[in-house]
């Protein structure tokens, strides 16, 4: 029991260092990327989970959703007001690419549609898990696709970032940075309220990810009446991004991996089918409408809308459009396809 206690501790602290690395190597959402990373090697090779209780985690979200608020300008609300037909096209496409890989591997992977649909289906995979469970699939298989395939989007999403490069005219965390340069200690008491009071009405109302989904639905429409929301204390973010990073990697089970073996490779091969799929989409938008390739790639990459809005924020993406698809897509599964797979499980 010692031992084990001294591994959990010793992973904590490698994810925590891990995350710190990232970041001084100035990596968009480097504290998730680097908190991801230890946690799914302590996870597999040692299986030792870091433990991070529900408050936490619904906290880091309720952090991060009040923190894209402060990219929300006039501006922004132009370019989605240019671009929406093809944004709302965008929402249809990912989850029809999502879709079409699940039918796929179930054919050649030797899964019921059921399960590889909701393994695969990019809505929040917390929420696929659940709804796996209550309709009988193989809640194993579903919780595997879930997360091999969440680690690889942050993953892809967080090199395209890198190579992408740093964008420091984006105001993440800076008051000065704000409409009227509003004192530190004001904006930051504001966007806690906005943090805590969106984070408890979305977990109250059941959005998916309510916890980040809350306060951007409350932040957003005060910043248009010139509210200033969204700076936070030094380190805060950080912080949030690594209780992210590690929520992701230690859904990871070892001894879920290695007697899932073949359905792991097929998780892989079917997470990397999904982000060339939308890649293909975003490069169609990118060239139909002229939005540039790195705002269509983050807005039509399959999930987590948290993780992935996470490292946008950190380049010159549109976070409008990335946000509207994002959030579209989730709403979208949450809200109507849900009632589809539910059908699909009484077709069985």
């Not at 009988?136 to 970032?161: C, E, H, K, N, P």
């Not at 997470?271 to 002229?290: N, R």
Request: proline share 5%; hydrophobic share 60%; charged share 10%.
């Amino acid at each position: 029991m010692m031992k084990h206690s001294g591994r959990v501790v010793a992973v904590t602290v490698a994810s925590l260092l891990g995350a710190a690395l990232a970041e001084a190597t100035h990596l968009p959402a480097g504290a998730l990327l680097g908190a991801l990373l230890v946690s799914v090697v302590g996870a597999v090779a040692l299986d030792v989970h870091v433990p991070l209780p529900r408050l936490p985690q619904v906290v880091s979200q309720a952090v991060l959703g009040s923190a894209m608020c402060s990219s929300f300008r006039p501006d922004a609300w132009a370019a989605l007001g240019e671009h929406w037909p093809v944004a709302l096209a965008a929402v249809v496409g990912v989850v029809a690419v999502a879709q079409g890989v699940a039918l796929v591997c179930a054919r050649l992977g030797h899964l019921d549609a059921l399960t590889a649909t909701l393994g695969l289906m990019p809505g929040g995979a917390s929420a696929m898990v659940a709804l796996g469970e209550e309709l009988g699939a193989d809640s194993r298989r579903v919780t595997l696709f879930q997360y091999v395939r969440l680690s690889i989007v942050i993953l892809v999403a967080g090199l395209v970032g890198r190579w992408a490069g740093d964008s420091p005219d984006v105001p993440v965390a800076s008051a000065a940075a704000l409409p009227g340069a509003p004192p530190a200690l004001q904006v930051w008491v504001t966007t806690a309220l906005v943090a805590a009071v969106g984070g408890w009405l979305g977990a109250r109302l059941k959005l998916p990810a309510g916890g980040f989904l809350g306060p951007v639905l409350l932040g957003i429409p005060l910043t248009a009446l010139g509210v200033p929301v969204g700076a936070l204390p030094p380190g805060v973010l950080a912080l949030a991004l690594w209780a992210l990073g590690v929520r992701v990697g230690s859904q990871f089970d070892a001894t879920a991996v290695h007697e899932l073996r073949r359905a792991a490779l097929v998780a892989v091969v079917a997470g990397l089918t999904m982000v060339g799929g939308c890649l293909l989409l975003a490069w169609g938008w990118s060239a139909a409408s002229g939005v540039d390739l790195l705002t269509t790639y983050f807005a039509t990459s399959p999930g987590g809308a948290d993780s992935v809005l996470a490292i946008a924020l950190g380049t010159r993406a549109t976070l409008s459009l990335v946000l509207a698809v994002q959030v579209g897509r989730m709403l979208l599964v949450f809200f109507v396809a849900s009632t589809f797979l539910r059908r699909l499980a009484g077709w069985r």
